[in-house]
């Protein structure tokens, strides 16, 4: 069965600093990943997702991330953190014809 | 946008009572899902639907259940709410493909008193 590793439950970084949130996938055949942002009292909405084709996917709010299949990993990364950008992210996966699985989230802090 | 909507916000209720938490899409979207979410916590799949009259229970145990007699509309029943009740439920909706995005609705926030 697949499976979503989300390293760091909470990580706070500088406004204007590089953002990093970490995201490991297990799954035995070629996965779906999406990455989704949920602010505070709000239902989830779709940051970015990679879906086979290129390995470098671009959301909104200048939002990226890389699929790198031998690591088995999907990270976010963001150049320069923005105060709004502090928010709860989720990354999940999808494979078959099962729902998506949602890892436990991280929060993103930006300080002043 | 997302046309995804659930009622109500917010729900205040005493311990017994029956309710019932409104999803509604206009996408004509095939698979819908509820999700319950403590705050700032993981998002647990508590029943899903790939079409009309097709429901599944999903990996967390819930005492609610659900139905899909429309597409567009995807309730869920707590018969005789309690305490341990009290989370916040989201519903998200999908098209066919697992490629495709999960839309979410703003979410319910239950209280059980």
């Known amino acids: 069965a697949q499976s979503v590793t989300q390293l760091g439950s909470h990580v706070s970084v500088s406004e204007g600093a590089l953002v990093l949130l970490r995201c490991n996938y297990s799954?035995?055949?070629?996965?779906?990943l999406f990455w989704y942002v949920q602010y505070p009292n709000q239902g989830l909405q779709l940051l970015l997702k990679?879906?086979?084709?290129?390995?470098l996917v671009k959301g909104i709010n200048g939002f990226e991330a890389e699929f790198k299949k031998s690591e088995t990993s999907f990270h976010l990364t963001k150049p320069s953190a923005h105060m709004s950008d502090a928010a709860e992210y989720f990354c999940?996966?999808?494979?078959?014809?099962?729902?998506?699985?949602f890892g436990k989230g991280t929060r993103l802090s930006v300080i002043a | 946008e997302a046309d995804i909507y659930q009622t109500p916000r917010y729900l205040v209720i005493g311990t017994g009572k029956k309710i019932t938490l409104e999803c509604s899409q206009t996408?004509?979207?095939?698979?819908m899902y509820w999700y319950q979410q403590d705050p700032g916590m993981e998002l647990h799949l508590i029943h899903y639907?790939?079409?009309?009259?097709?429901?599944e229970k999903g990996d967390l145990s819930s005492e609610s259940t659900v139905s899909r007699i429309r597409t567009e509309h995807f309730p869920l029943t707590l018969e005789s709410a309690r305490p341990s009740h009290t989370s916040q439920y989201l519903c998200?909706?999908?098209?066919?493909?697992?490629?495709?995005?999960?839309?979410f609705g703003p979410g319910t926030r239950l209280t059980v008193l």
């Open positions: 639907s790939y079409g009309v009259n097709s429901t």
């Open positions: 998200a909706s999908s098209r066919g493909g697992n490629e495709d995005t999960q839309y």
């Open positions: 996408m004509g979207h095939d698979k």
């Open positions: 799954s035995s055949v070629p996965p779906y």
């Open positions: 999940a996966v999808s494979v078959g014809n099962t729902p998506l699985v």
């Open positions: 990679y879906t086979s084709a290129a390995t």
